[in-house]
């Protein structure tokens, strides 16, 4: 070659000998300079949620598992503890009352109409509050028995009486037995209102007692009988 003789210049998109070609296209998948023009992108580190953490999935079973016991055992409480019915309680009630409604029959007896009129009134008392009482049983699966209800009959009221009339001293034994065993009525009832926890039973037995202390204020007091507060 002829060191004189000109060489011809390379064609725009020729590289110089040695190089391979790198098409430049700006901005393509391509383009080698591409990492300039565009800022690299950061990616957020990810955060471990409850699901991808096996430890976390049992702690939080566990507590799911032990609130629902919890809920369980309050419903289970409140079902046999909560509103407790004390049925031994009402059926002695209901046999306190089947006594003063028998001797209050013997009332009739009496010469003094203050004593009669005292006998009528408790008896149509105690009739009715005996009535929800054993209404209030039926509704609890506690039939009433006749048997029981006579527990408390007492033979040595009736032998009392029956000595009174022949000492012409009936009014004033009478009306004696009738505020004893009424007296004694309503501490039973009070008692019965502290040991209640059901709310229709202590709402009955509130009302019966506020009734048993007016009956009380009917009878001649010729006996001390102090009212009792529930």
């Not at 300039?36 to 953490?53: A, F, Q, R």
């Not at 009528?120 to 048997?147: M, R, Y």
């Not at 040991?195 to 019966?208: G, P, V």
Request: charged content about 20%.
């Amino acid at each position: 070659m002829d060191p004189q003789q000109p060489v011809a210049p390379l064609p725009p998109n020729m590289p110089a000998s040695g190089q391979p070609h790198l098409p430049h296209n700006p901005g393509s998948p391509d383009d080698p300079y591409r990492f300039i023009m565009e800022p690299p992108k950061i990616t957020k580190p990810k955060v471990p949620g409850i699901g991808s953490n096996p430890f976390l999935m049992k702690i939080v079973f566990f507590l799911g598992g032990a609130v629902v016991v919890m809920i369980v055992v309050a419903v289970v409480i409140n079902i046999f503890f909560g509103s407790k019915t004390n049925i031994q309680d009402i059926a002695d009630i209901t046999a306190t009352e089947q006594e003063l409604i028998r001797v209050s029959n013997k009332g009739g007896d009496a010469t003094d109409q203050s004593v009669k009129n005292a006998a009528v009134t408790t008896q149509a008392t105690i009739i009715t509050e005996q009535q929800e009482w054993l209404t209030f049983l039926s509704k609890h699966g506690h039939k009433a028995d006749p048997k029981k209800l006579a527990l408390k009959k007492n033979a040595a009221t009736d032998t009392r009486l029956t000595q009174a009339q022949a000492t012409s001293t009936f009014d004033l034994t009478f009306t004696q037995i009738m505020r004893t065993q009424l007296q004694a009525h309503s501490i039973e009832l009070k008692n019965a209102y502290t040991n209640a926890t059901n709310k229709d039973e202590k709402t009955l037995l509130e009302k019966d007692f506020k009734a048993v202390n007016l009956l009380l204020e009917q009878w001649p007091d010729n006996t001390a009988a102090t009212p009792v507060n529930p």
